[in-house]
C-alpha cells in the first residue's frame, strides 16, 4: 500500500446482521454508529436478569491506518460501547440496573501468528486477526461482556436486605442468648 494514497472511509450499516460480515481485509477504513437492544446480543441476554426498557447498547467504531516505522501502516480500530443491563446484586440478591462504559483498540493483523508474536507489553492496542467475514458484532458482544463485572453488586450501600433471608428488620436478638462456641460443640461430641 502506498503511504500517501486516501483510502475510501466506508460507513458500516447499524442493522446487526450486517455488523456479522465486514471485510477488514480491504484497503479501506471504516466508521459507523448504532444501537442494539439486548435481544440482538443473545450472550449478553444470558447474563441479563430482567430486560427492561432502556436496556441497550450504544455502539462506535472507527479504523484508521497508522504508520509503523520500518514497515507498513497498521489498521488500528476503535471501539466504544455504552449501555445499560439489569443484573443480580449478589450482595442483596436484588436485581439491579448496572450502567456500562468500555472504551477499547485493537490492532488488525493478518494471521494468528501476528496475534501470537504481538507485544504483550503494549497495553494501548490488543491483536485482532483481520479477515473478510470479520465478526463486528462478536466484537462488541465481547467487549460488553468484558466489562461486566465478575461479582454484580449494587454502589457500597445501596443494598436494600431482603427480609426472608435475614429475618424480621427491626428484630432485636436476646442479649442472653449466646451462639454455642463450635470447639465446644465438637468436644461435647467426642465425650459421648
Given at each position: 500500500?502506498?503511504?500517501?494514497?486516501?483510502?475510501?472511509?466506508?460507513e458500516l450499516s447499524a442493522d446487526p446482521k450486517a455488523l456479522s460480515r465486514i471485510d477488514f481485509c480491504a484497503p479501506q477504513s471504516y466508521q459507523g454508529t448504532g444501537f442494539l437492544e439486548i435481544s440482538a446480543l443473545p450472550r449478553v441476554a444470558e447474563e441479563a436478569s430482567s430486560i427492561e426498557p432502556g436496556d441497550a447498547f450504544d455502539w462506535e467504531v472507527k479504523t484508521h491506518f497508522a504508520n509503523s516505522p520500518g514497515s507498513e501502516p497498521q489498521q488500528i480500530l476503535e471501539l466504544a460501547v455504552k449501555g445499560r443491563i439489569h443484573l443480580v446484586c449478589q450482595s442483596c440478591l436484588q436485581d439491579f440496573g448496572l450502567d456500562l462504559t468500555q472504551d477499547s483498540r485493537f490492532v488488525l493483523v493478518a494471521t494468528e501468528e501476528e496475534a501470537d508474536a504481538f507485544p504483550m507489553e503494549d497495553d494501548q492496542l490488543e491483536p485482532l486477526v483481520a479477515s473478510q467475514h470479520f465478526d463486528l458484532l462478536g466484537l462488541i458482544e465481547d467487549e460488553i461482556l468484558l466489562s461486566m463485572p465478575l461479582i454484580p453488586k449494587h454502589p457500597e450501600g445501596a443494598c436494600q436486605p431482603h427480609a426472608s433471608s435475614f429475618g424480621e428488620v427491626g428484630e432485636a436478638q436476646d442479649a442472653s442468648e449466646k451462639p454455642q462456641n463450635p470447639f465446644n460443640i465438637l468436644k461435647n461430641m467426642k465425650k459421648n
Amino acid at each position: 500500500m502506498n503511504r500517501n494514497q486516501v483510502l475510501p472511509q466506508v460507513e458500516l450499516s447499524a442493522d446487526p446482521k450486517a455488523l456479522s460480515r465486514i471485510d477488514f481485509c480491504a484497503p479501506q477504513s471504516y466508521q459507523g454508529t448504532g444501537f442494539l437492544e439486548i435481544s440482538a446480543l443473545p450472550r449478553v441476554a444470558e447474563e441479563a436478569s430482567s430486560i427492561e426498557p432502556g436496556d441497550a447498547f450504544d455502539w462506535e467504531v472507527k479504523t484508521h491506518f497508522a504508520n509503523s516505522p520500518g514497515s507498513e501502516p497498521q489498521q488500528i480500530l476503535e471501539l466504544a460501547v455504552k449501555g445499560r443491563i439489569h443484573l443480580v446484586c449478589q450482595s442483596c440478591l436484588q436485581d439491579f440496573g448496572l450502567d456500562l462504559t468500555q472504551d477499547s483498540r485493537f490492532v488488525l493483523v493478518a494471521t494468528e501468528e501476528e496475534a501470537d508474536a504481538f507485544p504483550m507489553e503494549d497495553d494501548q492496542l490488543e491483536p485482532l486477526v483481520a479477515s473478510q467475514h470479520f465478526d463486528l458484532l462478536g466484537l462488541i458482544e465481547d467487549e460488553i461482556l468484558l466489562s461486566m463485572p465478575l461479582i454484580p453488586k449494587h454502589p457500597e450501600g445501596a443494598c436494600q436486605p431482603h427480609a426472608s433471608s435475614f429475618g424480621e428488620v427491626g428484630e432485636a436478638q436476646d442479649a442472653s442468648e449466646k451462639p454455642q462456641n463450635p470447639f465446644n460443640i465438637l468436644k461435647n461430641m467426642k465425650k459421648n
